[in-house]
């Protein structure tokens, strides 16, 4: 393997979410924004892992939509595409 893709920082702690408490109303939303980052990342594991929801997860449906919109509205490209990739996991047909 080339060196140039070779990760040699020694950084291996796990990405931090900052999350309010799970029974804060703001929660769920926090957990949808997480995941979105986790997956734009590359490390949905770490941000199923931190908010205790899954990809995909239908209890997110609703924030994941909010997200979306306001991903819509300032043209944030990459947002938008993995807010419908999520919204599609969850068993929404036309996410948009």
Known sequence: MSRAFVK???DDAAP???LPSADD???PRAAARALLIGAN???TASAEEA???LWGD????EPMRQLLAEAI?????RTEVLAE?????AGVENPD
């Open 8 to 10: 040699e920082d020694g």
């Open 85 to 89: 990739r999520f919204l599609r996991a």
């Open 25 to 27: 109303a703001g929660f």
């Open 51 to 53: 908010t205790g929801h």
């Open 73 to 77: 509205e300032r043209g944030d490209d």
């Open 41 to 43: 990342n590359g490390d």
């Open 16 to 18: 931090r979410y900052s």
């Open 58 to 61: 239908p209890a997110l449906i």
